[in-house]
């Protein structure tokens, strides 16, 4: 029937041949990053090569946070009672919500705000003031600043870093950059977080806040993959898994050479 | 109580320092790719450049392959319903099991088998004979070997030549190649599909065969969030979704700059 | 650490002994039904037995419709990939969202805007007036009202008898006939369908909104626990499940004795 | 096309009308249990009035046990990052696996075994002591026997209880209790847990192993409403759940009147 048509503009399937976007996959395995595919497929066309390793960066910050985060004790408990490695992880995905992974786009959402503010002629510091000011009168907290563990959150630091090389820092990096800032000077210093930062690239970058806890998810998807390898090697099925009684007993610390 | 202590060796976390396998992460930002995080954070090392350039197309090999896999067809029906983006993503890896995407271990198995015949002295060519004829026997398909729609599988191709350029093609991918060649000469041409060729280069890489489907889905996430984003903007909620009667309206056929 | 300690008011566990809400659940078990048990433990009491019949019609109200609703196909679609039965049902649950299966907390949540009007003084007649109204001029369907099916729903029609029979029908029930009359009366009828007459019976027994899809997805796992059974022993794997190709060829038409 | 078409023997929906098995759903409502409306949607016959008390005994049995089981902690895990509650469901049945639930449906495959035994002439007394000495002799513990809380299961023996008096009780609860007695000759008592007697009541009914864990998921879906309701009442969001931490505060010992 008629109304049941409908098109897509992501992938084209032929006999013998499969186009991304337009570009043929073979053609893109080995030439682009799987940063670069990534955007290319999110958003149509290829990004520069800076973008690229930008894209990267921003999934290699996400790939790891140790044991204690509720999604990854969500894959470790089904991982425990005999789960399937895609069931972990599915497991996994339910646990990244609004509290968890979801101060990504939340902080888009406020950035954006905030770049509105200075598309329509105020400093970054004032937009910031602005927003600070009125999350505070709201009695809200503000996503993407603050860390339960870190201070000062070297993911942060080092992607802000990455996306002025590239270029790609614009108004939401200076807002969120400027909200440190007003923080500090109201005397409650919070830093940048690792979502926050990432809210920042994203947006600057021009995706969708809806978007959002997906690159969290497919990053993380790496780390889960390892959680669940190391349960079923290292543990007994069905035990308690209790995050408080867990050391680390990987390599010492080590620099990239 | 003692007996709830447990170690990981994955990822340390003390306040403002984060470190995976022993590197910080914010080290390994814009200094290693994805795919060689991936790498480390699975195995425990960094594995060398031309490496990581493989693992990085493997993983692009499989980003997306249109509307009709079962599990994009999942990820859509639950984006119709109103599910919120991880819900849709939870819904795909559920999807991808044995006969969708677990290909790529049965074959990861199968290769294990000649492999050990290679290292017990056998020509590829005779391990690969020996492999179709029991399975023939058995009356069991070979996993990683034919497609329903293509015939010849470029992403397989160009894996493999990848491999090979690494140095990282050995045994496994010799008896992959091996079983094509013997069932042409039976008769029965069969290609080796991308799930095969993606189970030879893990295979030979050192990969369990337990993390097949994690690296599927890793890659498949970007994908699905594309599908998401699609259905949200271009199509009503609760539509019927209907695989065959989607044509496809992206960009022109066009290659890589 | 004590910030760690919390309380729970549901189960206790202790050996050899079993109590839900204080009631040991040996007793339970042949004394309760099914029905009066979920409401004990969502409430924390016992129901009297003409609401435990109330609540048993209205799970079995939800238990299957057939082979197209999208969280139907969904578990299709997983089972046919070889998703072990757990994984098909939690996918299914998964596309149980706003547009279905949600109307039953938007419904409840539209209801208690009524029954607010009622307590106030108005009639029924008068607060589903104002409903109407309010919905239309913005421009938002009603929730719990129509069907693309069905032009009289005889789930609704037989739950509220049945709400009418137990003395719990109030004033939920009351606004959600009147909005019925009211939708008539202007020229667009539409029947309250099994969502609308479940979320007005809910609303009327003092059930959260919050809880409404968790009564579907408890109801319709029976279903789909058909559903899986019957993909298995009739189906071949990896199959396209066309929605609209599908025959029923069940039992001809019969009473209950 | 011809090859796409497919029946389906559970539910016929055409306007106006929806038959379960070929009764309208409408006239099984209120007419019988949920416990008989689930026996016929997976068997396709309504069961006698005692079957169906039976079948609702059998998921009472099931409704809920507490903070501890794997799958509740995912329940809360999710919870408290903020999802849905549809997605805390699946969380819940995601973790319903092998090491936890799954004993029922390797217990039915054990008490088959015996049962089979009892066909060819056997008493139970021989097949319990021939399937026990077999389990040792490979090592294997005994799937429904024993469990880490309990010595007595009072599930289990009002379960029976119960089964006898439906008429219910066959070869597989005969061998099942043929196992108790003979694990106690041995010295080794284990109590029939409640998972070995619900596998002994499903095999006796005729069910098919394959469903056993969507019983104890249906049935548990009930219980994770209840826990969802009370996180989100009680708790804050991204709070450490510990279980050994949790206290019962509900109701005090009481009997249903």
């Given amino acids: 029937m008629a109304d049941n048509t409908w098109a897509s503009a992501i992938t084209s399937v032929v006999p013998n041949q499969i186009r991304v976007r337009g570009y043929r996959i073979d053609e893109l395995m080995g030439r682009v990053s799987f940063g670069e595919a990534v955007y290319l497929i999110l958003r149509g066309e290829l990004p520069g090569a ?18 204690t985060p509720p999604s990854t004790l969500a894959v470790r408990n089904a991982a425990t009672t005999g789960a399937p490695l895609n069931a972990c992880i599915a497991a996994g995905a339910l646990a990244v919500n609004r509290h968890h992974g979801g101060a990504v786009e939340d902080c888009m959402r406020l950035l954006a705000r905030g770049a509105e503010r200075v598309a329509a002629g105020e400093t970054a510091a004032s937009a910031a003031g602005a927003l600070v000011a009125a999350e505070k009168a709201a009695a809200r907290r503000l996503p993407g600043f603050g860390h339960r563990v870190h201070t000062y959150d070297p993911r942060s630091h080092r992607l802000l870093a990455l996306a002025k090389e590239a270029g790609a820092a614009g108004p ?11 923080l500090a000077r109201g005397g409650k210093a919070l830093p940048l977080n690792v979502d926050g930062a990432i809210a920042a690239v994203l947006a600057d970058l021009g995706f969708a806040p809806e978007l959002a806890n997906g690159f969290f998810i497919l990053a993380r998807t790496a780390g889960w993959m390892a959680h669940v390898a ?6 007994k099925p069905m035990r308690r898994i209790d995050q408080q009684s867990c050391a680390y007993d990987g390599p010492p610390p080590r620099d990239v050479a």
């Fill in 50 to 67: 800076a973008v690229g390793r930008l894209m990267e960066a921003m999934i290699v910050a996400s790939i790891d946070h140790g044991v």
């Fill in 172 to 182: 939401h990096v200076a807002v969120a950059e400027a909200i440190v800032a007003a």
């Fill in 230 to 235: 190391e349960e079923l090697s290292r543990e």
